[in-house]
């Protein structure tokens, strides 16, 4: 039998009057996700679009691809790293065995994608499965469908994880952001929180040793390196120096930072296929572009003598942190983003603004990005107000 006939088979016992009828959210989860939806609008009036919500959340996985690539190879290679560095010879836990195999030399690509995997899969395991569990627990209480919407927060919030963040950690992060930031709500397409940055933001606040973006441990036990940001808001341009670190080091992304976040060249490639395929907003991202570099050019016309983060200049925030991630993938949410074209430019400048604000401003908050996205996130619906009653208004005069 082939699967399309074994779901079949078994597809009376969860429609209404069988044994398992408040299971089928997750007899249509699988369904829906191996086989296109049979199901087609009865109405008279509708919009004919083969852009399903199905295909939009896959769109926004394969433009991951490359971030994906980027946090096995790099997070590999920033252990491999510090491990010639401290001159390891034995496997200190299970994740370094194969390593004694494979070796540890920075030279081969094949032993930096192996080692990186070795944190990214644990933490995407820990996210799908803790986060796949509050979203069915909730569809099937609510007589719902299992939302596509998870498999891209799932994915981005694996990506925004430091590499040695403990699972126990992952797995509340994940929790508070599903059942916090949108189940509370009503689900999605109901929450004005970025599901995602909501549980980083937890984590951000509650363990912040484990998530504050000044530093970051990288994937070996004893070994501590400073990110490029943090050592910008402790030193300025000049401490990013003397740590050997160049513009085209932090561009391409061989630096210790969270899993997807390192490599700008990675999430432009990704930024380039959302907006060929439509899927994000050009306006959100040129929004946000154009907020961070008129922020910081009016920040370095200003200056400080006491205040490094003054003189950066806009090229160094791009690729700083999780700034371009961030204007990409999560600025971006269709849900939780302003929706009227104009509001788009206003939120994105508010998101570009805020977050070269903070990072200059208070550096105690290096990465001001998550919560430029979240503070704006609050604010969408009021902009989108106030565009449409100035369109009103315009409207009225045009009529009058």
Request: hydrophobic residues 50%; charged residues 10%; proline residues 4%.
């Amino acid at each position: 039998m082939s699967p399309r006939d074994i779901l079949d088979s078994v597809e009376p016992h969860f429609t209404k009057g069988g044994r398992f009828e408040k299971y089928y959210g997750l007899y249509e989860m699988v369904d829906t996700f191996i086989y296109t939806p049979a199901d087609v609008t009865r109405g008279t009036t509708h919009v004919r679009d083969g852009n399903d919500l199905k295909r939009t959340m896959t769109f926004v996985v394969i433009a991951t691809f490359f971030c994906i690539l980027m946090a096995l190879y790099n997070t590999g290679y920033q252990a491999n790293l510090a491990m010639q560095a401290m001159g390891l010879e034995q496997a200190q836990d299970w994740r370094r065995i194969p390593m004694m195999i494979f070796g540890y030399s920075t030279m081969n690509p094949f032993s930096n994608m192996v080692h990186g995997a070795l944190y990214f899969l644990p933490i995407y395991i820990v996210t799908l499965a803790v986060g796949g569990v509050w979203e069915v627990l909730f569809a099937t209480v609510r007589g719902h469908e299992v939302n596509e919407g998870f498999l891209v927060s799932s994915m981005l919030y694996t990506l925004i994880m430091p590499p040695d963040m403990p699972l126990w950690q992952v797995a509340l992060g994940i929790s508070f952001g599903i059942v916090i930031g949108k189940e509370v709500f009503g689900g999605t397409g109901k929450n004005f929180l970025n599901p995602a940055l909501t549980g980083r933001a937890f984590l951000y606040f509650a363990y912040p040793a484990s998530i504050s973006g000044d530093s970051v441990w990288v994937a070996v036990d004893g070994y501590t390196a400073a990110t490029p940001l943090g050592l910008a808001a402790n030193g300025g341009l000049e401490a990013i120096y003397s740590a050997n670190y160049s513009w085209t080091q932090t561009f391409f992304g061989f630096e210790p930072g969270c899993l997807g976040e390192t490599s700008t060249l990675a999430i432009l490639i990704g930024a380039a296929f959302l907006l060929y395929t439509k899927v994000a907003s050009y306006r959100i991202m040129g929004g946000v572009f154009a907020g961070m570099v008129v922020t910081s050019l009016i920040f370095n016309i200003i200056g400080s003598d006491t205040n490094h983060m003054f003189a950066m200049p806009w090229y160094w925030h791009l690729t700083l942190g999780g700034f371009a991630f961030g204007m990409v993938y999560m600025a971006t949410d269709p849900v939780s983003a302003a929706m009227t074209n104009t509001g788009r430019w206003v939120f994105g400048a508010l998101v570009g603004g805020m977050t070269v604000l903070i990072r200059v401003v208070n550096p105690a908050f290096p990465e001001g990005i998550m919560l430029a996205i979240l503070f704006s996130n609050m604010f969408a619906p009021t902009i989108d107000y106030f565009v449409i009653q100035a369109n009103i208004r315009r409207r009225m005069k045009r009529h009058a």
